[in-house]
């Protein structure tokens, strides 16, 4: 069974430009996540999703952020414009129906901003 | 908002020594669960726990879901140099889509 993908796994910007991150869960998952993790620190939800509908996205920045999972499938999370402190790995889940608990996680996309 | 403390920070062992790590919170989680993170992967799910008092295997790892469902442990005994990496605890207040709440980690260093 293939894994949770992710792309790209580094990404390299500048302050103030835009970044999009895409994010392929594993088949028949309809629980997808979207997590920042900062150096040092436990990953943190940004958003997570059932099927194509928005679950909980309280501790997304919104003015900044925003995540989309269109046919219920893939997703992206864009970030604009970046800030310093946006350099982190962002992580992508998928969870089976009924087992949020059970998270697979995809490799990440390092993000530095500079 | 919830928050998990885990410890230690980080720890360096001897190959074939015995390691336990615990996690603990103010708060109540109704499920607990012990993460695996190696150097640029996602986390990878050790155990999972998901009644007060359970003791659950996996190979040379156990885990337990405290009494008063505030607080759990990890062991992993006769360490091995694979065992390196990251260990996260994380907990889920309620069943269903409740969003998993994640500790700091504790790093493990084995030295053969």
């Known amino acids: 069974e293939a894994g949770v993908a992710q792309s790209p796994r580094y990404k390299i910007i500048e302050k103030r430009q835009s970044v999009a991150f895409w994010c392929n869960p594993i088949s028949g998952h309809a629980t997808l996540y979207w997590y920042q993790q900062i150096l040092g620190q436990g990953p943190k939800l940004l958003i997570q999703f059932q099927n194509n509908g928005v679950v909980d996205d309280s501790q997304l920045p919104k003015d900044r952020f925003s995540a989309e999972r269109l046919k219920g499938v893939d997703s992206t999370l864009k970030i604009q414009p970046a800030k310093l402190e946006d350099s982190a790995v962002y992580l992508c889940?998928?969870?089976?129906?009924?087992?949020?608990?059970?998270?697979?996680f995809g490799p990440g996309t390092r993000l530095t901003v500079l | 908002g919830q928050q998990l403390n885990q410890s230690p920070q980080s720890m360096f062992i001897q190959e074939g020594e015995d390691v336990s790590m615990n996690c603990t919170s103010s708060s109540i989680f109704n499920t607990w669960l012990w993460y695996k993170q190696d150097p640029g992967e996602g986390p990878v799910l050790l155990i999972a726990?998901?009644?007060?008092?359970e003791l659950t295997s996996n190979g040379r790892l156990t885990a337990q879901f405290g009494i008063t469902r505030k607080d759990s442990f990890l062991n992993i005994s006769a360490s091995i140099p694979s065992d390196v990496g990251i260990y996260f605890c994380a907990g889920q207040g309620r069943p269903g889509n409740t969003p998993l709440v994640f500790g700091k980690g504790t790093r493990l260093s084995v030295i053969a």
């Open positions: 889940a998928s969870s089976p129906p009924s087992y949020t608990d059970t998270q697979y």
């Open positions: 726990l998901y009644k007060a008092g």
